[in-house]
């Protein structure tokens, strides 16, 4: 009988620990990645080229790890990095070829930063946690993609790369902005 309690009981201990640790995952979406979108560029270029274009760039939580994905494109190749972003260090790096299947337009050149971006998306809904930025080109335009859950439901949220601004995508093929 002693046997089967104290097996009760660390199996409790362990279930209620993993449990707070899946809970943090999600309640602490909202708190800034330590590493910010600068500091995370700086570290991919010790990689990947400085001279090269940034394609696109993501921070992720997921289950309150907070990572950086970065990729950049010089010539024929491209160069994506996984950053935590905690510590800052580079979890992964790989190279490969690269062959549009179109060219991109350059970038903005007066880009907003991630964190202006993160604090647009507080503003839209305040009881909403950040899972995800990514900045990217989609449907003709540079954007930032949010996706926040809000009330148990997944919200995509989408701003303007240059200015800002809040934008909604119409239609479904083709789509559009507006």
């Known amino acids: 009988m002693k046997k089967y309690t104290v097996f009760g009981i660390c199996c409790l201990v ?6 707070n640790i899946y809970a943090q995952g999600f309640t602490g979406g909202n708190t800034a990645p330590q590493i910010d979108s600068v500091r995370a560029l700086q570290i991919a270029q010790t990689r990947a080229p400085a001279s090269g274009t940034v ?3 993501e921070w992720e939580l997921k289950r309150g ?21 905690s510590s800052g260090q580079i ?6 070829q690269y062959a549009p299947r179109q ?17 647009n ?8 946690i950040i ?9 003709g335009r540079w954007v930032f993609e949010v996706k926040t859950r809000v009330n148990n439901r997944n919200i995509t949220l989408y701003f303007d790369a240059a ?4 934008l909604q995508l119409s239609g479904r093929n083709p789509r559009t902005w507006i």
């Open 14 to 19: 362990l279930l209620l620990s993993t449990a």
């Open 55 to 57: 394609i696109s760039m």
């Open 65 to 85: 790890w907070s990572e950086w994905d970065i990729t950049i494109v010089q010539g024929q190749t491209r160069y994506d990095v996984k950053i935590d972003g």
């Open 91 to 96: 979890t992964s790096y790989r190279e490969r």
């Open 103 to 119: 060219p991109l337009p350059p970038p903005p050149a007066n880009r907003i930063s991630f964190e202006t971006v993160r604090q």
């Open 121 to 128: 998306a507080q503003s839209a809904h305040p009881s909403g």
């Open 131 to 139: 899972q995800e930025i990514e900045y990217d080109y989609e449907h």
């Open 163 to 166: 200015t800002g601004q809040s």
